[in-house]
């Protein structure tokens, strides 16, 4: 099982990113997925999850309401965090996780955003 995540880069503020993490070994559609992030010397954090897609609940903490939209693809086993009006405060290392009785982890992508 593996978790790809992906699409992190320099983005510039008001600007957009769009994160990918991408699953082999397992059905996405049936995990929840969830979007952490880590900015230099702070503790991780929660900053989006979609339930299974039966359900499709999604989650954002405050700080990226109306910003930022998590999403998936089934047919590309794919779950995805679309990011705009970045802010430089969304600099962080951004990893996906999912669970669905076991968990799993995929490496972390950076994101910095900078003029």
């Known amino acids: 099982v593996q978790l790809q995540a992906s699409g992190g880069g320099l983005g510039q503020p008001g600007g957009s990113l769009r994160l990918s993490c991408a699953a082999s070994g397992i059905r996405l559609e049936r995990y929840t997925v969830v979007w952490f992030r880590q900015a230099p010397g702070k503790e991780r954090e929660g900053v989006s999850c979609i339930s299974d897609s039966d359900r499709a609940v999604t989650y954002y903490r405050d700080s990226v309401k109306g910003r930022f939209t998590i999403s998936r693809d089934n047919a590309k086993n794919t779950a995805y965090l679309q990011m705009n009006s970045l802010k430089p405060e969304d600099t962080a290392v951004y990893s996906c996780?999912?669970?669905?009785?076991?968990?799993?982890w995929g490496q972390g992508t950076e994101v910095t955003v900078s003029s």
């Open positions: 996780y999912a669970f669905l009785g076991n968990d799993y």
